[in-house]
């Protein structure tokens, strides 16, 4: 494991740590009902105030990734940053009486922070070619999901009617970014300069400064299948965050009707974190193995299976653990697995576009898969866990579908790469 990590490269340890600050200075996109609410709004506003606040969120997402694409993405992560201190600032020396300017300010502090997303996500793709993106992106997100585990620790610590020091917080925290990535990306750049003066292996992985031999998605298959092959991945990732949002709704509700449910299912939140956080990266060295489109499509299949397993067995404690442990594995065969796709199916020129549409999907498919799962468990009954089989087994026919879209040398890539292995 050690010799596994000392392969990470030092511009994806700045990356990952400027990413893993971003998200637990992030937590008003978790708590912005909970902030609002201390502000004084009335329920009315608290409903309208979140509907902004969300589409800020998916607006920044996407503007974040076209900017990218359009000035580069290290001005767009560094820029972000320096807006998100100012805005960190004006929230903490803001006047809360004035809650409509206040809801403005927490809108775009949402969407600067989301505009983070696709360049990074860019730049952990472009870090490494074929199967080693895997591994960088396991990686990587550890600290997102750290990070994401961070922010509501924070406001639990230093308290809900503290939020102005949460503000300062992040000010503090944002600060340290730009150091953070000048440290990371320039380093790996002195590196690269001085090793074009000396001989290296071909083979060699590449840091996220420029490397054309690593440029995803150089190759493109043309035609209709290779136009429609990211709209598919995009659609089967958006099923699959409906069918993985039933952590948060079917699940639950159908373990609230079992004798001791309640704790069973607190111990289930446990199980995910733990699994994802110290397994995913391990896991990744041998997913990556496998081609992407089947990597991508088994992941999506036991996450889904560990769900409908969890919901038919909620009266056999044992058979629950064991299908969360099954959903939690899918999700770390799938999580990364779905970024390293579209890198591979995205030409270089739309790569932060590419992230930045799949992280909007997840967003969409996260957000509405709660109503969906709680109104299938209330119409369907016992027939919503089939019913969310059938949304993984869509997710997986659409995966298969943008196979067909793929570069035509993909395969023999993947057979040298596993031959080198």
């Known amino acids: 494991m050690a010799q596994k990590l000392s392969r990470v490269t030092r511009d994806i340890w700045a990356l990952s740590l400027a990413t893993f600050i971003n998200?637990?200075?992030g937590f008003l996109g978790l708590f912005a009902a909970v902030f609002f609410n201390e502000i004084k709004l009335d329920a009315q506003a608290v409903v309208l105030a979140l509907l902004i606040v969300g589409i800020a969120g998916v607006s920044g997402s996407l503007v974040g990734g076209h900017l990218a694409d359009r000035i580069g993405k290290l001005p767009v992560l560094l820029?972000?940053?320096?807006?998100n201190i100012v805005i960190f600032t004006a929230l903490a020396l803001a006047d809360y009486t004035?809650?409509?300017?206040?809801v403005t300010l927490a809108a775009l502090n949402v969407f600067v922070s989301q505009s983070f997303v696709g360049p990074a996500s860019a730049l952990v793709a472009a870090s490494a070619a074929g199967r080693e993106r895997v591994s960088r992106f396991a990686f990587y997100r550890i600290f997102?999901?750290?990070g994401?585990?961070?922010a509501p620790a924070l406001v639990g610590i230093i308290g809900r009617e503290h939020f102005n020091l949460l503000f300062w917080f992040s000010v503090a925290g944002s600060a340290l970014v730009p150091f953070i990535l000048y440290w990371g990306i320039r380093g790996a750049a002195t590196s690269n300069a001085s090793s074009t003066s000396e001989p290296s292996d071909p083979h060699e992985n590449a840091s996220v400064v420029d490397?054309?031999?690593?440029?995803?998605?150089?190759?493109?298959?043309?035609g209709m299948w290779g136009t429609l092959a990211?709209?598919?991945?995009?659609i089967a990732m958006a099923f699959t965050m409906v069918v993985y949002a039933q952590h948060q709704s079917a699940v639950p509700l159908r373990l609230d009707s079992e004798p001791?449910?309640?704790q069973l299912y607190s111990f289930l939140l446990i199980i995910n974190p733990v699994i994802v956080i110290f397994f995913e990266y391990p896991l990744s060295h041998l997913t990556k193995r496998l081609p992407s489109y089947l990597a991508l499509s088994l992941g999506i299949f036991v996450m889904g299976f560990g769900v409908a397993l969890t919901g038919i067995c909620a009266s056999l404690p044992a058979i629950v653990i064991a299908g969360w442990v099954l959903f939690s594995v899918g999700e770390c065969l799938f999580a990364p697995m779905s970024h390293t796709y579209v890198a591979e199916l995205a030409s270089e020129a739309a790569q932060s576009r590419s992230q930045s549409y799949l992280a909007t999907v997840q967003s969409i498919g996260y957000a509405l898969g709660p109503g969906i799962g709680s109104w299938m468990l209330l119409v369907l009954a016992a027939g919503a866990w089939g019913g969310f089989m059938i949304l993984t087994l869509a997710a997986v026919g659409m995966v298969l579908c943008a196979r067909l879209g793929e570069p035509r040398e993909s395969g023999a890539d993947h057979a040298d790469e596993r031959d080198k292995s």
Do not use: M
């Open 23 to 25: 998200r637990a200075t």
């Open 79 to 83: 820029g972000s940053t320096l807006i």
């Open 98 to 102: 004035l809650g409509w300017w206040t």
């Open 144 to 146: 997102i999901n750290v």
């Open 148 to 150: 994401s585990i961070v």
């Open 211 to 222: 490397n054309s031999q690593n440029k995803p998605g150089a190759r493109r298959h043309p």
């Open 230 to 234: 990211l709209p598919f991945v995009y």
């Open 260 to 262: 001791n449910g309640v």
